[in-house]
């Protein structure tokens, strides 16, 4: 924990908190709602360049603790603000809904399905940018160019599937479609867990080859 309290304090780009709060976004009528999701990948990419800038990770590696618990603080960063930009879009989900606001015309809607399908995008960009970024430690403009590409694609098959008829059951707030999204949701989180999990397995292990 003294780790995640160094790396909010000192570490972590003023920027990557406002993305955190973009949760709220959901509140908006007519807004591609995977952005919400660009955004929290968009964090760790400016909280890793300022880190680079600031010498970030020198001053760290000088504190008593391995290179493995400089990776575990970062992890544990990106972790915290993806999950607080989730849990923070949660109560206006329901506003919304309790609003009468519209279906999203551009795109998905804030789902129990679009839940999972974002827990499945921070993994895929989350598992790509920190195993690139370890192999030297300091080329975070490369590893996000690299994890960005799936995070893309995957946030259009996204947005597309609500427009495909076949699929209205993930767009939809009905109660037996919920039901039915509950397991994307489930995988969505599994996708997430392991992926951060052996992410920071493989990064530790890279870093800590890295001369610094």
Same mark, same amino acid.
């Given at each position: 924990?003294?780790?995640?309290?160094?790396?909010?304090?000192?570490?972590?780009?003023?920027?990557?908190? *406002?993305?955190?709060?973009?949760? @709220? !976004?959901?509140?908006?009528?007519?807004?591609?709602?995977?952005?919400?999701?660009?955004?929290?990948?968009?964090?760790?990419?400016?909280?890793?360049?300022?880190?680079?800038?600031?010498?970030?990770?020198?001053?760290?590696?000088? %504190?008593?603790?391995?290179?493995?618990?400089?990776? /575990?603080?970062? @992890?544990? !960063?990106?972790?915290?603000? =993806?999950? +607080? =930009?989730? !849990?923070?879009?949660?109560?206006?989900?329901? %506003?919304?809904?309790?609003?009468?606001?519209?279906?999203?015309?551009? $795109? /998905?809607?804030?789902?129990? &399905?679009?839940? $999972? +399908? $974002? +827990?499945?995008?921070?993994?895929?960009?989350?598992? *790509?940018?920190?195993?690139?970024?370890?192999?030297?430690?300091?080329?975070?403009?490369?590893?996000?160019?690299?994890?960005?590409?799936? /995070?893309?694609?995957?946030?259009? &098959?996204?947005?597309?599937?609500?427009?495909?008829? *076949?699929?209205?059951?993930?767009?939809?707030?009905?109660? =037996?479609?919920?039901?039915? =999204?509950?397991?994307?949701?489930?995988? $969505?989180? !599994?996708?997430?867990?392991?992926?951060?999990? +052996? &992410?920071? #397995?493989?990064?530790?292990? #890279?870093?800590?080859?890295?001369?610094?």
């Amino acid at each position: 924990m003294k780790l995640l309290y160094k790396e909010l304090v000192l570490a972590a780009h003023p920027t990557s908190l *406002i993305f955190a709060l973009l949760g @709220c !976004l959901v509140i908006v009528p007519s807004y591609p709602y995977t952005v919400i999701f660009m955004f929290g990948c968009l964090a760790p990419y400016i909280t890793f360049l300022y880190a680079r800038e600031t010498n970030d990770i020198w001053y760290t590696v000088i %504190l008593p603790v391995t290179k493995r618990e400089v990776v /575990m603080g970062k @992890c544990m !960063l990106i972790l915290s603000i =993806q999950l +607080f =930009q989730l !849990l923070i879009s949660i109560p206006f989900v329901f %506003l919304r809904n309790a609003v009468g606001m519209p279906n999203n015309v551009v $795109g /998905m809607d804030a789902t129990v &399905a679009w839940y $999972g +399908f $974002g +827990f499945i995008i921070y993994a895929i960009f989350d598992f *790509i940018f920190f195993t690139s970024y370890y192999k030297s430690g300091y080329k975070a403009g490369k590893s996000f160019v690299i994890a960005a590409l799936p /995070m893309v694609l995957l946030m259009i &098959a996204v947005e597309t599937s609500a427009h495909i008829p *076949i699929f209205s059951w993930l767009d939809s707030y009905a109660l =037996q479609d919920l039901l039915l =999204q509950t397991p994307i949701l489930m995988i $969505g989180i !599994l996708c997430y867990v392991v992926s951060l999990f +052996f &992410a920071y #397995r493989i990064s530790a292990k #890279r870093f800590e080859k890295v001369d610094l």
